[in-house]
């Protein structure tokens, strides 16, 4: 039988060692912006926190051993001159490591102890292995010596501040082995069942079967796909908590939630390949619909957040998911969806739309997912055109399913309402070279040098060929050499790490090109593609980018920009295959 492939090779200062399913990763990075020498067990039950310390040792010495990090998808290792230390996931909530010529010193990474912070370190007199109990997680971390010895193990039961930990080195036999897990208050002693090289094996095929469904188009002319996939892979967790379903975390760094629309490109991605883990992705925030009809902001292990909302791209997203699934939706899901998305729908009418206003409105920038884009400068309650075409879109799906369940009257009610919605637009906000921003309370209007402001490109074949083209026009203006800057950069409000005020971002990124392609302007799609195609394979899978450099910024290792790669290159695959 021949072997799995080990998969791509990545930096863990860039992407978390992690697997599909598990709440917890190995990295050094420990918050935003914050990196530690060493890696380190970081979990993200009950927010992110960093749990356990793992430092290499050199047993000739005692001290702290120099090591050179890789890591594929199966197997993370720490490397020096005379040993190694390699790490592999058996399962979601367990980690195998087994050490040659190397021992571990696995310390809690808080020093202090109160009774409400900090970690407990006791070895269990029932099976006698090693536990850290943490007050952040919430959560227990049993580490079970399976072959060599403890040559130390400080600080058990110890209060306030102490060392607490143990290391783990080779018995006569020169290797040792153990077991690291994530569990609640108890579990069966642990027991090895499979070998070290099975279980990394295990991991390979896992990834490689994962890899091969959603991109199986992959060739050599889209390099990133592999990485793609692992950053979706390995950033899903198991349902627990707030969670309700298998859920693709935005990144397992300190990003560690799920937007109500960032979500909808996961979904996209992992359709054809995934659809069961898709039909989750676009379905867990409406699982928290509150009784409005809005979707939460954000959704993570303990915390669901309803002081913003985000854009309702979800039927624009839903037309796309019908078509990308392999096998179309029954009865009974597509009456869920339609209720869900009408629900979603209606508050915009009602809660969002002033009496007698024609077009909803956003009250902050964070509702629009560009949270501090020029646009909300001269104030943040406005009407926008992106908001009117999103809108639009989404009052065209409804239409779509209500004629599909025969809900004839609903079905001309929505079609009514989505040519109202996009004549408004027109009539309201398109100066017949732009579309203005109209402040709710004062009438006031203006222009930004946002690209916000062009987004209405997204209604694609359903605008006038003169508006598309001069919105094509000027979405020509903000693409650099490596894609489209979110703010033009001669612009004095121009920031190169300015979050939605230059950086280039994904999902602006596949909205505007899907658009562009659905009103014909083609070439000018191929561009935008070929260089965030070309962006995400020099400079990884960042949250966005310097418009100017191309450098990753912010969170290195984001689910959407990933799934962005994936259908862009997934798309230009199948282009170029065609007779």
Not at 88 to 111: F, H, M, N, Q, W
Not at 202 to 227: G, I, M, N, Q
Not at 506 to 534: K, M, N, Q
Request: hydrophobic share 40%.
């Amino acid at each position: 039988m021949t072997a799995a492939p080990s998969g791509p090779a990545f930096s863990v200062h860039d992407i978390p060692f992690s697997t599909h399913g598990s709440w917890f990763g190995i990295s050094p990075v420990l918050a935003e912006k914050t990196y530690a020498e060493d890696l380190h067990l970081v979990s993200h039950q009950n927010g992110m926190h960093a749990v356990l310390r793992l430092v290499p040792l050199d047993p000739a010495t005692g001290d702290r051993a120099e090591t050179r990090l890789t890591a594929t998808p199966s197997r993370l290792s720490w490397t020096h001159e005379r040993g190694r230390i390699d790490l592999a996931y058996e399962s979601p909530d367990t980690v195998r490591l087994r050490g040659k010529g190397a021992s571990l010193c696995i310390t809690a990474a808080a020093r202090t102890l109160t009774p409400f912070t900090g970690t407990y370190f006791f070895s269990d007199p029932v099976d006698g292995a090693y536990v850290f109990t943490s007050y952040e997680t919430g959560r227990r971390y049993r580490v079970t010596v399976l072959s060599g010895v403890v040559a130390d193990a400080s600080g058990r039961q110890a209060l306030s501040s102490a060392d607490r930990g143990l290391t783990i080195t080779a018995d006569a036999g020169g290797t040792w082995e153990a077991a690291v897990e994530e569990l609640d208050s108890g579990r069966r002693p642990y027991t090895s069942l499979t070998t070290f090289s099975e279980v990394v094996a295990a991991a390979e095929r896992a990834f490689a079967d994962f890899a091969d469904a959603v991109a199986p188009w992959r060739t050599s002319a889209t390099p990133a796909a592999e990485l793609a996939a692992y950053v979706l892979w390995s950033a899903t967790v198991d349902p627990t908590g707030l969670v309700t379903r298998p859920a693709v975390l935005m990144s397992k760094h300190w990003m560690d939630k799920v937007w109500s629309w960032d979500h909808c490109f996961n979904a996209l991605a992992l359709a054809p390949g995934a659809p069961a883990l898709a039909r989750d992705q676009f379905a867990l925030p409406f699982d928290h619909q509150d009784e409005s009809g809005a979707l939460p902001d954000s959704i993570t292990h303990s915390e669901v957040l309803y002081n913003f909302v985000k854009p309702p791209i979800h039927g624009w997203t839903l037309a796309h998911l019908r078509r990308r699934l392999p096998e179309s939706a029954d009865r009974k899901e597509l009456t869920d969806l339609y209720l869900r998305l009408e629900r979603w729908t209606d508050f915009w009418l009602t809660a969002r739309r002033v009496p007698g206003a024609a077009l909803p409105h956003y009250q902050h920038g964070n509702d629009s997912g560009w949270d501090n884009a020029t646009t909300f400068d001269p104030g943040p309650v406005i009407v926008t055109a992106d908001l009117a075409a999103f809108l639009s879109l989404q009052l065209r799906e409804l239409t779509d399913l209500a004629h599909e369940l025969g809900r004839v009257d609903d079905a001309r009610r929505w079609a009514g309402a989505a040519e109202a919605t996009q004549a408004a637009m027109l009539d309201e906000l398109w100066t017949g070279e732009r579309f203005l921003a109209r402040a709710v309370h004062s009438g006031d209007t203006w222009t930004s040098s946002s690209l916000l402001d062009l987004m209405p490109i997204a209604l694609g074949e359903h605008l006038p060929s003169r508006v598309s083209s001069v919105l094509a026009d000027r979405i020509k203006a903000h693409l650099t050499p490596h894609g489209l800057a979110t703010e033009l950069p001669a612009s004095p409000h121009y920031l190169s790490d300015g979050y939605w005020r230059g950086p280039i971002w994904a999902p602006a990124t596949v909205l505007i090109e899907d658009g562009l392609r659905r009103a014909g302007h083609h070439h000018l799609a191929d561009e935008i593609s070929t260089r965030f195609r070309a962006l995400c394979e020099t400079h990884g899978f960042a949250e966005n980018f310097d418009a100017l450099t191309g450098k990753g910024l912010r969170d290195r290792a984001y689910t959407w920009t990933a799934s962005s790669y994936l259908l862009l290159a997934e798309a230009h695959e199948l282009r170029h295959s065609e007779p």
